[in-house]
Nanobody
Framework: QLQLVESGGGLVQAVGSLRLSCAAS????????MAWYRQAPGKQRELVAR???????NYADSVKGRFTISRDNAKNTVYLQMNSLKPEDTAVYIC???????????????WGQGTQVTVSS
């Protein structure tokens, strides 16, 4: 199985930037879907950005134009570059990997522990 470890979170001022990293270890050969979620206290978990092995990327409307998801296969790492941060971006950001076998279904999936991002005004 996979172990996912996030890093890069912290406290920043509005309009500032952060880059989150998700380093994967273990069996990663079949992973074909990678994503970042976020969750604030009392709120539902939200899909922020996702990327497939083909390089296709998708973003939540709230972060389009500000966030960029990318990956470095040699380092088994997925990144989330966050620019022009807003207080409403404050949340725990959680890395997610999956082996997708069909639309809407997966063989296995893996969650990181999350990293806190706090944006002050």
């Amino acid at each position: 199985q996979l172990q996912l470890v996030e890093s890069g979170g912290g406290l920043v001022q509005a309009v500032g930037s952060l880059r989150l990293s998700c380093a994967a270890s273990g069996v990663i050969f079949r992973v074909n879907y990678m994503a970042w979620y976020r969750q604030a206290p009392g709120k539902q978990r939200e899909l922020v950005a996702r990327i497939s092995l083909s390089g296709s990327k998708n973003y939540a409307d709230s972060v389009k134009g500000r966030f960029t998801i990318s990956r470095d296969n040699a380092k088994n790492t997925v990144y989330l570059q966050m620019n022009s941060l807003k207080p409403e971006d404050t949340a725990v950001y959680i890395c997610y990997h999956a082996v997708v076998v069909r639309r809407g279904s997966y063989e296995s999936d893996y969650w990181g522990q999350g990293t806190q991002v706090t944006v002050s005004s």
